[in-house]
């Protein structure tokens, strides 16, 4: 029985290539390598997720394909809170959260929204108000509280798309001119990357 527990517990270092260390490893990665590179790097994160790979053979994958020297750049041994192995680390402030957010490229927020990995519900909400919507509402996108709430937070919102004066059921669209959660509007923009695109000359509304 004890040499079971023993067995189970968690790889050293196994912790940096998972949740919220794994975006944060990625969010370092990704802007460095070249397509071919991300592709690789993506399929290699999801046959580790799925179980299809040892943890072992997915940390050689992650070497031959970034480089070591890129790869032991990123987890930062040694340079105080960007050291992804210390074991008590908080999360990014706000702040900090937003800054990084705000110099991706279009490109790359829809890579990390078709991709998801090591993204938790928390972190996706995060990365949808630090980086997609401040871009939608500068695209004259708004959000409205849904009738019959009292309080305002993400799931009693809904999110209406350039054009929409006054959100109705009745009168609009789902899916194209109203969005009833943030999934659905990350999808659309993982579908549709133009509408990151800050666009003045060009007619705002969308179909």
């Known amino acids: 029985m004890y040499r079971k527990k023993r067995i189970k517990k968690s790889l050293p270092g196994k912790k940096i290539f998972r949740g919220w260390r794994l975006q944060e490893l990625l969010s370092r990665l990704l802007s460095n390598v070249t397509d071919e590179c991300k592709a690789s790097l993506t399929q290699a994160i999801r046959s580790f997720e799925e179980g299809k790979l040892s943890f072992e053979k997915?940390?050689?994958?992650?070497?031959?394909?970034?480089?070591?020297d890129l790869l032991v750049q990123?987890?930062?041994?040694?340079k105080g809170k960007q050291d992804l192995t210390i074991k008590t680390r908080t999360r990014l402030r706000s702040k900090k959260v937003q800054s990084t957010c705000s110099s991706l490229k279009t490109e790359e927020i829809v890579d990390i929204l078709r991709d998801r990995i090591g993204l938790s519900k928390t972190r996706l909400n995060e990365f949808f108000w630090a980086a997609v919507w401040p871009r939608l509402l500068a695209r004259g996108?708004?959000?409205?509280?849904?009738?019959?709430?009292a309080f305002e937070n993400s799931k009693n919102l809904v999110f209406l798309a350039p054009g929409v004066t006054k959100f109705?059921?009745?009168?609009?669209?789902k899916g194209s001119q109203y969005f009833d959660s943030l999934?659905?509007?990350?999808n659309k923009v993982a579908s549709e990357p133009h509408l990151l695109e800050h666009e003045p000359d060009k007619d705002r509304s969308i179909r």
């Open 74 to 78: 990123a987890v930062a041994i040694g």
């Open 168 to 173: 109705s059921r009745r009168s609009l669209v």
């Open 183 to 186: 999934t659905e509007v990350l």
């Open 141 to 149: 996108w708004h959000y409205e509280q849904a009738r019959n709430y």
């Open 58 to 68: 997915y940390v050689f994958t992650l070497r031959d394909t970034m480089g070591l």
